[in-house]
């Protein structure tokens, strides 16, 4: 499993009989594998959200969640994952990327 150019885990099939997969049966593997890995890493950034994050206005962190949608066209959970992870990569707050990113100081569409 992997979200971008992280290496988040790995995903082993097993079945009760022996046979090959169809495209189709891989296909949704790698679906449902890609769905783990955004929650995996939602998770562990989760856990490591600052208290003071969490007492933060929230408005602004769903206003920036919003923005993010549309400029990467991703649904409101993978938006909130890529906010987290900018936030712990670059050593901010949640509020301040979420303000940032309001300010236009932030931009992942570019």
Known sequence: MAL???????????ATTAHALSPHDVEEAWAMA?????????QVLSELTSPAAEASPRRFLHQATGMVMAQLGVPSDDAMVVIRAHAFAAGMSVPDVAQA???????FSA
């Open 4 to 14: 971008g150019a992280i290496d988040v885990g790995v995903v082993d099939l097993y």
């Open 34 to 42: 890609d769905v783990a890995a955004v929650r995996v890493v939602d």
């Open 101 to 107: 990113i309001i300010r236009r100081d932030i931009d």
